[in-house]
């Protein structure tokens, strides 16, 4: 894992020399949130660096990741919510609007379970979720524990997971960066329900690959729970799963004319439920009639700078290495608390796209629905202007972490892959120096 040794380098080699930046540059944003990213993103860093080392004296198993990482939660929630009480004087962690709304109703559904009908289908599982945990006490605090506690089977089914996959110091490594990162932290702190949608994707996974490779039949019925429950999260996500479980299966028909027949079920209805969901998910915030109705609303809302075609590469690069992260404070506070996290993300993406070419080249079938879970709902974000908004990506961005950790495993242990000298030696500082630069180019626009 000696790669992943020089990713951490220059994480940390950015990280301070952004912030020195932002430093000098001045900041428009309360100087607290300043400290607190800036400490956590060095806490990040020195937490990760440790388990590192841990990892490479095979103290890496299940049980040691999902006590450390249930640890540094438990902190991490409360120093979060101890931040907002003291800057907005409430438990809401800078995210009052959705927050402030489920919270509401919420309080309303405690005691009358009809409220819930006043929404949307796709907020009936969060407001389900608070309604039954306020009836034990009506607090945001309330949903924090019990995202600590579904964290703990967050990580031990991305582990299991990524057993199959990998070996145990990748698995215990990966868990650490993806768990432990600013943005999914600050989730578990929210009154949002993107930790639950990161929960059921995984959990949906494990059970798809432990059908696939055991047969086991329980996990037929885990992966209809699993799909079932995102309708009233996100539905998108839920069909986007079904869809690449369905290609995958189509990939490893050998008749060519069954292969046909299922395409011609398959293609149609997928298009039509991914079409669908995709629109009712744009007409929620902005109803259109016509394609140009949609350019010319976004627009209106600042979603299209430039061109229409500049702004669909704005949102593929970001799609693909992203969300970039916003280290200088801007209007919307929530984007600083994730930049940390995003930024190790972003070192790894390299590895994460060429795991993608090398399955696809490869035809390396088995993790076909891995790579088209995360491409649709990577190219459904970017048909709407919607791949800069990080709580629309949650759901695949973990197997972008899976992907790049794959790919260092086989290239640095199994040797599967020849390594890529531009990436391996001198050319990663090549590589990070290009993240600088972006970095320096999307803060100080």
């Not at 430039?306 to 970001?318: A, E, L």
């Not at 076909?368 to 695949?396: D, N, Q």
């Not at 242990?413 to 990070?432: C, D, H, S």
């Amino acid at each position: 894992m000696k790669q992943f040794k020089n990713v951490l380098l220059a994480y940390i080699i950015i990280y301070l020399l952004v912030y020195l930046l932002v430093y000098f540059v001045g900041f428009e944003s309360e100087i607290e949130l300043i400290v607190f990213n800036f400490f956590y993103g060095i806490f990040y860093f020195i937490i990760i660096r440790l388990l590192y080392i841990i990892s490479e004296r095979k103290i890496n198993n299940a049980h040691s990741i999902l006590f450390i990482t249930a640890f540094f939660s438990i902190i991490a929630v409360l120093a979060y919510k101890f931040l907002s009480i003291e800057l907005r004087n409430n438990l809401f962690v800078f995210s009052e609007a959705d927050a402030a709304a489920y919270n509401q109703y919420a309080l309303k559904y405690a005691n009358d379970i009809n409220a819930i009908t006043e929404w949307r289908y796709d907020d009936w599982g969060i407001l389900f979720v608070l309604g039954l945990l306020y009836k034990l006490t009506p607090s945001p605090m309330i949903l924090g524990v019990f995202y600590i506690l579904l964290g703990i089977l967050t990580v031990y089914y991305l582990f299991k997971l990524c057993k199959f996959f990998i070996s145990s110091n990748y698995c215990f490594i990966l868990c650490a960066v993806f768990y432990l990162s600013s943005y999914l932290q600050w989730y578990n702190a929210s009154l949002l329900k993107e930790s639950i949608m990161v929960f059921l994707t995984i959990y949906s996974f494990y059970h798809l690959y432990k059908f696939i490779i055991g047969g086991s039949k329980y996990s037929l019925a885990a992966i209809a729970f699993g799909l079932i429950m995102m309708l009233f999260f996100r539905p998108a996500v839920s069909f986007i799963l079904l869809f690449s479980a369905f290609l995958f299966y189509v990939s490893n028909v050998k008749s060519f004319p069954l292969k046909i027949l299922f395409l011609m079920i398959c293609l149609p209805t997928g298009y039509y439920f991914l079409s669908t969901s995709v629109l009712e998910e744009s007409q929620r915030y902005l109803p259109y009639e016509s394609v140009n109705d949609f350019f010319a609303a976004k627009e209106n809302e600042n979603t299209v700078r430039g061109s229409v075609g500049f702004t669909y590469v704005t949102h593929t690069i970001s799609g693909l290495f992203g969300p970039i992260p916003q280290f200088y404070p801007k209007a919307i506070v929530e984007n600083n608390f994730f930049a940390s996290g995003l930024l190790l993300r972003l070192l790894l993406s390299a590895y994460s796209i060429l795991a993608m070419i090398k399955i696809i080249t490869q035809k390396i079938k088995l993790l076909y629905p891995i790579v088209l879970f995360c491409l649709i709902e990577l190219f459904s974000l970017v048909f709407m202007f919607e791949a800069l908004e990080l709580r629309k990506a949650m759901p695949h961005i973990v197997f972008n972490y899976f992907l790049a950790f794959w790919y260092l495993y086989n290239t640095e242990e199994t040797k599967v892959f020849n390594k890529p000298n531009w990436l391996f030696r001198k050319g990663y500082i090549i590589t990070a120096s290009i993240t600088f630069l972006l970095l320096l180019f999307w803060n100080f626009r």
